[in-house]
């Protein structure tokens, strides 16, 4: 078993939708829990990251950590077009992000 | 004014070669990281250099070997390729040691194909 799963996809949605990005993960000594968004053909970058457990908040982003359950979640509202990407969650450990596989998300106009 | 920079963008070579990535920041970050994304997206760490030190040695074949030759610059040198180590390899840096919220940035990646 993965230290961190993540449903692939893809996941394609219109524009307009809310999407929803999830992850479970195993080791109870993750702290810190990061979404990257990757572009095709270019290297992934921050999006956001949350401490413990608990939602934050940025634009039509907000991140979600439930830590009892092991599972967290991205939620994008009002999706665009330039939303489509690869989103990634990683998970902070002891001194290295361990990553999920990332899910292929493509918005339509 | 690139952050993040690698060398080359793209590699082709036959089996059994040996080859090198280079990588630079100009981020003047403490620490440099190598991963290795596979065909399936899967994003994994490498190695990571703390001001030249190796401080994350991966389970990785020894044919892998990071070389740090200033705390800006990271390279890979991959001995006796493998059909199995086409893939694409990402440098990155953070500012710290990679712990908490220590953000890490990434290159643009070296996508290397093995014939």
């Known amino acids: 078993q993965k230290e961190v799963e993540q449903d692939p996809g893809p996941l394609s949605v219109p524009e307009g939708a809310i999407v929803s990005l999830n992850c479970t993960y195993s080791?109870?000594?993750?702290?810190?829990f990061m979404w990257y968004r990757q572009y095709s053909r270019k290297g992934p970058e921050l999006l956001m990251y949350t401490y413990s457990s608990g939602n934050k908040e940025d634009g039509r982003f907000t991140a979600q950590v439930d830590k009892s359950s092991k599972y967290i979640s991205l939620f994008i509202r009002d999706s665009q077009p330039s939303d489509s990407a690869t989103y990634l969650c990683a998970m902070s450990g002891a001194q290295k992000l361990v990553f999920g596989q990332g899910t292929r998300l493509t918005i339509n106009p | 004014d690139t952050a993040v920079s690698q060398t080359p963008k793209y590699l082709v070579t036959q089996m059994g070669n040996d080859k090198s990535i280079k990588c630079e920041q100009n981020?003047?970050?403490?620490?440099m990281y190598w991963y290795k994304q596979d065909s399936k997206k899967f994003l994994k760490i490498m190695f990571s250099y703390n001001n030249k030190e190796l401080i994350i040695n991966e389970t990785v074949p020894n044919r892998f070997s990071p070389k740090s030759p200033d705390k800006a610059h990271l390279n890979l040198h991959i001995n006796s390729l493998e059909l199995g180590d086409s893939a694409v390899y990402f440098c990155?840096?953070?500012?710290?040691?990679?712990?908490?919220?220590?953000?890490?940035?990434f290159g643009p990646g070296t996508r290397l194909t093995v014939l």
């Open positions: 981020l003047g970050h403490d620490t």
């Open positions: 080791n109870s000594a993750f702290q810190y």
């Open positions: 990155a840096s953070s500012q710290g040691r990679g712990q908490g919220t220590d953000t890490q940035y």
